[in-house]
């Protein structure tokens, strides 16, 4: 199938934390956005779907591997930004994972997308986060799984970074891919096609208006907000 689907999936970590089961269809070419508060189970939800680790109960249902991209800071690599981006494409062939030129070819083409091909022969570890954020999306491009997995693509990112970065989430999913993004970053969640809120009672899943209501944000994380969910306007 394109897309994803969770049949009763459980998602925990043995006996001591679980989620509550969850039934979700999401489509090819929709960006749903993660939210809760911290140590809710949004990181434990994303690596159960990329198969990180093993569902309690239930089963997921799509296409091909999904691929899972970490918080920023979690990568750290002396190889060329690159060559990092051109490894997306090594778990195309089952016998030889040695990149060729046309992974390479593939590699720079989805840099030059992003606008960071000048990056191309930098080290990864010496760029800044959102540089990095952007090259492990442009891997993510030319892995071109139909399940992408993202865990705080925001976290850590300047304004302008974080516009980029969002984009290029968008452009993910224009392309056909199903996209789930945690996310602390309320103006980006209120952007998503939908909104799977990860918390205190229970899980909701829902159109940006009725998940980040001020009353669900209020449930959810304990703090009062102002402003329009929708827009963003007065969310930080």
Known sequence: MNGLRLEG??????????????????????????????????????????????????????????????PPGAVSAGFTALHLAA??????????????????????????RLEVGDLAERPFDRLSSGQQQLVLIA??????????????????LD???????????????????AVIASTHHLPFAARADRVLAVGPGGIEVGAPTEALSPDRIRALFGVEV?????????LS
């Open 9 to 70: 999936l459980v998602a925990g970590r043995g006996k001591g934390f679980s989620l509550p089961a969850l039934d979700l269809t999401v489509e090819a070419g929709e960006v749903l956005a993660l939210v809760g508060p911290n140590g809710a189970g949004k990181t434990t939800l994303l690596k159960t779907l990329a198969g990180l680790l093993p569902p309690l109960a239930g089963a997921t249902v799509h296409a091909g591997v999904p691929a899972y991209l970490p």
């Open 87 to 112: 490894l997306g494409r090594a778990g195309r062939r089952r016998w030889s994972p040695a990149l060729t030129p046309d992974d390479i070819d593939a590699a720079r083409g989805a840099l030059d």
């Open 139 to 156: 891997r993510l491009f030319v892995q071109d799984a139909p399940v992408c997995l993202l865990d705080e693509p925001l976290a850590l």
């Open 159 to 177: 304004p302008a970074h974080a516009q980029a970065v969002e984009a290029a989430i968008r452009a993910l999913a224009a392309e056909g891919r």
């Open 226 to 234: 102002e402003g329009c969910p929708c827009c963003g306007q007065g």
